[in-house]
T-cell receptor
Framework: QQQVKQSPQSLIVQKGGISIINCAYE??????FPWYQQFPGKGPALLIAIRPDVSEKKEGRFTISFNKSAKQFSLHIMDSQPGDSATYFC???????????FGKGTTLSVSS | NAGVTQTPKFQVLKTGQSMTLQCAQD?????MSWYRQDPGMGLRLIHYSVGAGITDQGEVPNGYNVSRSTTEDFPLRLLSAAPSQTSVYFC??????????????FGPGTRLTVL
């Protein structure tokens, strides 16, 4: 049973375009939703995160939109750059903080 | 700060061999965990620890053993390696939940191949 579903699996965007990655979760007990960015050969690194008490969080070109009633959240990358080419994982953390449940990942390629 | 370190970076084993993947962190984090990453599967939690002497199972614990004798170290043991354990293994650490930022810090990974 996949608790966090992520789409699309891969995404190609032109430089300067908007990249959008979507995630849906099932467990309403989740209360922390981070996005991780991973470059080839490296470990994932926290990009941006949100809690369910807000509907949107923006950090520079990266924005999380959160819809609690629909149990969905998405990552928007504005003005996408070739350096943004990486694999992006959405995740949900259980209330005890003992586990991150990851989506399967989205490979983003930004063409110049 | 070195952050989270993992050794070795690469390892090739034969079926049935045992080995230990090492993980250490110097951030005084109480929480540590092990994930495996397989193509198209994301990262899946193997075992985690909420403090020295306390460990628990994650989503895919079979074939793996852990212990946590110090705050800094959290080794992962493969008891009898199988080809299904071919994967990239990541160790992560974090502060306990409750703060605004529950960031998990990941190590660089160990790429394991079991023949």
């Amino acid at each position: 049973q996949q608790q966090v579903k992520q789409s699309p699996q891969s995404l190609i965007v032109q430089k300067g375009g908007i990249s959008i990655i979507n995630c849906a979760y099932e467990n309403t007990a989740f209360d922390y939703f981070p996005w991780y960015q991973q470059f080839p050969g490296k470990g994932p690194a926290l990009l941006i995160a949100i809690r369910p008490d807000v509907s949107e969080k923006k950090e520079g070109r990266f924005t999380i939109s959160f819809n609690k009633s629909a149990k969905q959240f998405s990552l928007h990358i504005m003005d996408s750059q070739p350096g943004d080419s990486a694999t992006y994982f959405c995740a949900a953390e259980n209330q005890a903080g003992t586990a991150l449940i990851f989506g399967k990942g989205t490979t983003l390629s930004v063409s110049s | 700060n070195a952050g989270v370190t993992q050794t070795p970076k690469f390892q090739v084993l034969k079926t049935g061999q045992s080995m230990t993947l090492q993980c250490a962190q110097d951030m005084n984090h109480e929480y540590m965990s092990w994930y495996r990453q397989d193509p198209g599967m994301g990262l899946r939690l193997i075992h985690y620890s909420v403090g020295a002497g306390i460990t628990d199972q994650g989503e895919v614990p079979n074939g793996y053993n852990v212990s946590r004798s110090t705050t800094e170290d959290f080794p992962l043991r493969l008891l009898s390696a199988a080809p299904s354990q071919t994967s990239v293994y990541f160790c992560a650490s974090s502060y306990p939940p409750g703060g605004k930022n529950n960031e998990q810090f990941f190590g660089p990974g160990t790429r394991l191949t079991v023949l």
